[in-house]
């Protein structure tokens, strides 16, 4: 449709917001993760390859928009998610190897690596079958979490109580 596309996005992103409750929920333990990075004031920010449109409807549909002082979305240049994680660190005024990228697929491993932060990979959801955690084993991520709750643990352990934390 290269002559009608905007029709087509603003048909896709009014069903996108329709579905989204019907298909969409937080991870069980997922804002009691968030609270605690929160309370030991990191800064978090979300960095998707989704466009902001739809990555807008999510957070704020999953009542998540509040945890993330920055959304960096994907581009219609394609993906760009190594530069807009510089991008992200670069506004805190981190170094990179201050910071945490928590992401769920091979290409996340990558992009984290190629921005210098720490690859956290997190293999809690229903998609993350062994076929797909071989793939993001392979690019060597320095955690793996299965479940919510080992990220939450280890966010206890490895996260200081001061701005300029671990992560």
């Given at each position: 449709m290269?002559?009608?596309?905007?029709?087509?996005?603003?048909l896709f992103i009014d069903a996108y917001r329709e579905l989204h409750?019907?298909?969409a929920r937080p991870?069980?333990?997922l804002e009691e993760a968030l609270s605690l990075l929160h309370s030991r004031n990191v800064p978090l920010a979300v960095v998707t390859g989704k466009g902001f449109r739809s990555a807008s409807i999510t957070l704020e549909m999953l009542d998540l928009r509040r945890h993330f002082e920055r959304v960096e979305a994907g581009s219609s240049d394609g993906a760009m998610k190594p530069r807009a994680i510089l991008k992200v660190v670069e506004g805190w005024g981190f170094?990179?190897?201050e910071v945490a990228y928590l992401g769920d697929s091979p290409y996340d491993?990558?992009?984290?690596?190629?921005a210098?932060?720490?690859a956290l990979a997190a293999a809690w959801a229903s998609s993350a079958t062994e076929e797909r955690l071989k793939l993001v084993r392979a690019e060597g991520p320095d955690e793996l979490f299965h479940v919510v709750e080992q990220f939450r643990c280890?966010?206890?352990h490895n996260t200081g109580r001061s701005r300029h934390s671990d992560v």
């Amino acid at each position: 449709m290269p002559g009608r596309w905007r029709e087509a996005l603003e048909l896709f992103i009014d069903a996108y917001r329709e579905l989204h409750p019907r298909m969409a929920r937080p991870f069980p333990g997922l804002e009691e993760a968030l609270s605690l990075l929160h309370s030991r004031n990191v800064p978090l920010a979300v960095v998707t390859g989704k466009g902001f449109r739809s990555a807008s409807i999510t957070l704020e549909m999953l009542d998540l928009r509040r945890h993330f002082e920055r959304v960096e979305a994907g581009s219609s240049d394609g993906a760009m998610k190594p530069r807009a994680i510089l991008k992200v660190v670069e506004g805190w005024g981190f170094s990179p190897w201050e910071v945490a990228y928590l992401g769920d697929s091979p290409y996340d491993m990558r992009a984290a690596r190629e921005a210098g932060v720490l690859a956290l990979a997190a293999a809690w959801a229903s998609s993350a079958t062994e076929e797909r955690l071989k793939l993001v084993r392979a690019e060597g991520p320095d955690e793996l979490f299965h479940v919510v709750e080992q990220f939450r643990c280890w966010v206890e352990h490895n996260t200081g109580r001061s701005r300029h934390s671990d992560v």
